[in-house]
């Protein structure tokens, strides 16, 4: 347990000593504000629903941008080498690492809380959705950081592990806005792959296990498949 | 893959428990037909040694014959393709952890974390090895003394120079008084003194310690270890402490001559048949003694040529000017050992 801390602290630690967290955040805020609030004015609905709506999308090229040098850097560098040969478990590593991403999502989320809080100012905010979505927005956080260490895992150049990561989750979030193409046999389950189509779900306000189950399982098999590619290693 | 995530609570012998295991007549590191295969590339093959507990072991080599690869399975970071690695009796492979936690390991490149600052970097590595505190503070200052990093320690790794880079790598390694240390070149890229300087710590630390290093520098190992082992493709080729090595090459030591007055063929013919000596070479004259030849004198085994050949001198009244018995050095031992024909 110790050692995972000891581990998470170094990372979240290290985000915001290079300027990594805090460009990542600004571009993040950026997007999301513009996308945002360039529209809530005309459609004179005090809701959030914009934003959540966009978050998958926002995440898919935020979050693999965190993740890409948990891994790939310390192949690169050489690092790993000394960090496996410390007394850590595979396990702890990656755990501390998908923590030390996730943490960073978390901070990443906390200066958008000014959105609700404005809008509430404004008009009569439904707060019901609001926190559904932050929830939500929790879960997909987790679960692409969990996939971004898996693309982190898989290479030394943290450029194709970006890339890869990115590819992945905007492949989960585009799922279900392309169930027009798949054949209808099928239609559900595809569907029930999509992480967009569960964050909507636990945005609208309604907490399903089946989502939250979903998210959890995405998260299991990213941090499984990560431990499995660094034990290849060997 | 289970076992990956279930460790057992193996706790390597400490104190009392070391010494007991140390009279029971364990070596401190025991391996046994250690074989690494890159995919059809043989990088280590069938090594066996033994190491005693305290020795400084020196492991030498051409680059590529295997050094790094052994030293990397000794350290648990590479499986091995077959054979068993022992560490007191325990078998590496089946605790990992527990013998992780008693061995420290300096990779060649040294690959700290460039981003953070020295203090952070020794604390890391200590609670990663589960110090706490008082014991914490007591080890972080006792491996920055010993390694003199006092004056840098609020610097960011990244502005460090080599030399101190190396030093936190040794300190990293220190920091948890392990009863083996693993250092793979640990003098490359630095200065004459720094060497000296890296040299007094190994030689210092291994008064209590298990080390071992790698170096391709000879004069490095006859001057730091107790024992040197030379690698070459993948297996061990010789093993022994420098004098030792070098005594076994001196049986073959030559004779060098040089002859005023004389003519080569002449002294070749009748040199020959002075029994011991089976070869006789000429080496280039000097230039500064017109009528001089110069020869190599190789005997059988460690019979003295000395003697037989200062009474044939005598016999054909040739003039000495000089003579001398050539020493295999450490370099023509490696040479011969591990040249390609």
């Known amino acids: 347990m110790s050692t995972i801390l000891s581990i ?32 809530f004015f005309l459609k004179n609905q005090a809701s959030l629903r914009d934003f959540f709506n966009l978050l998958p999308l926002t995440f898919s090229f935020v979050i693999p941008a965190l993740t890409m040098r948990l891994l790939a850097e310390e192949f690169q560098q050489g690092s790993y080498e000394l960090l496996i040969t410390l007394p850590v478990k595979g396990r702890d590593i990656i755990i501390g690492k998908f923590l030390a991403s996730f943490s960073v999502v978390v901070a990443l989320l906390i200066p958008t809380l000014v959105y609700p809080l404005t809008v509430s100012y404004l008009g009569n905010l439904d707060w019901g959705p609001v926190i559904g979505g932050y929830i939500g927005a929790l879960f997909l956080g987790g679960s692409f950081s969990a996939l971004g260490l898996l693309t982190s895992s898989l290479t030394r150049n943290q450029i194709i592990a970006f890339i890869l990561g990115s590819v992945i989750c905007f492949a989960l979030s585009l799922l279900d806005k392309m169930l027009v193409f798949i054949p209808h046999s099928i239609l559900e389950v595809v569907q029930y792959l999509g992480a967009g189509y569960h964050f909507q779900n636990i945005a609208k306000g309604i907490l399903d296990t089946r989502d939250i189950l979903y998210f959890l399982s995405l998260i299991f098999i990213g941090l499984y498949l990560t431990s499995l590619t660094i034990q290849s290693r060997e | 893959m289970l076992s990956y995530f279930l460790t057992g609570n193996f706790k390597f012998p400490d104190g009392n428990l070391l010494d007991e295991c140390i009279e029971k007549g364990f070596s401190m590191i025991n391996v046994q037909g250690l074989t690494k295969y890159f995919h ?51 078998d590496l492979m089946a605790n990992p952890l527990g013998i992780k936690k008693r061995l420290g390991y300096l990779p060649e490149s040294i690959p700290l974390y460039k981003t953070m600052l020295v203090y952070d970097f020794l604390l890391y590595v200590a609670t990663i090895h589960g110090l706490v505190q008082p014991q914490l503070t007591d080890r972080m200052n006792e491996a ?51 060497i000296l300087e890296i040299r007094g710590l190994i030689r210092e630390i291994g008064k209590k310690k298990t080390v071992i290093l790698s170096t391709h520098i000879l004069s490095e190992a006859e001057a730091t270890c107790d024992r040197m082992m030379i690698i070459h493709n993948g297996g061990i080729v010789a093993d022994g402490t420098p004098d030792s090595l070098k005594y076994q090459i001196d049986k073959q030591g030559s004779l060098n001559i040089t002859l005023e007055k004389a003519q080569f063929s002449e002294v070749k013919s009748y040199l020959e048949n002075i029994p011991g000596i089976y070869e006789i070479e000429k080496l280039p004259t000097e230039q500064n003694i017109p009528d001089s030849i110069s020869l190599r004198i190789k005997g059988i085994g460690d019979v003295d040529m000395r003697r037989s050949v200062y009474a044939a001198i005598k016999e054909k009244d040739w003039t000495l000017l000089e003579m001398s018995l050539e020493k295999q050095s450490l370099e023509n031992i490696f040479k011969d050992l591990t040249q390609e024909n």
Not at chain 2, 44 to 60: M, R, T, W, Y
Not at chain 2, 68 to 79: A, D, E, P, Q, S
Not at chain 2, 176 to 186: G, S, Y
């Open chain 1, 8 to 39: 998470w602290h170094r990372e979240f630690k290290d985000y915001f000593v290079t300027p990594i967290a805090y460009l990542v955040i600004a571009i993040f805020l950026l997007v999301t504000g513009w996308f945002f609030f360039s529209t």
């Open chain 2, 144 to 194: 920055v003394k010993v390694c003199g990093l006092r004056s840098v320690m609020h610097k960011p790794i990244s502005e460090l120079s080599k030399g101190f880079q190396q030093r936190l790598g040794l300190a990293h390694v220190l920091i948890h008084d392990p009863e083996i240390l693993i250092l793979d070149e640990p003098t490359s890229g630095l200065d004459p003194n720094q």
């Open chain 2, 40 to 90: 059809d590339f043989c990088a280590v093959d069938h090594v066996d040694f033994h190491i005693q507990q305290g020795e400084i072991v020196g492991l030498l080599g051409p680059n590529g014959a295997g050094k790094t690869t052994t030293l990397r399975i000794l350290t648990g970071y590479l499986k091995p393709t077959s054979g068993s690695v022992k560490i007191l009796d325990f």
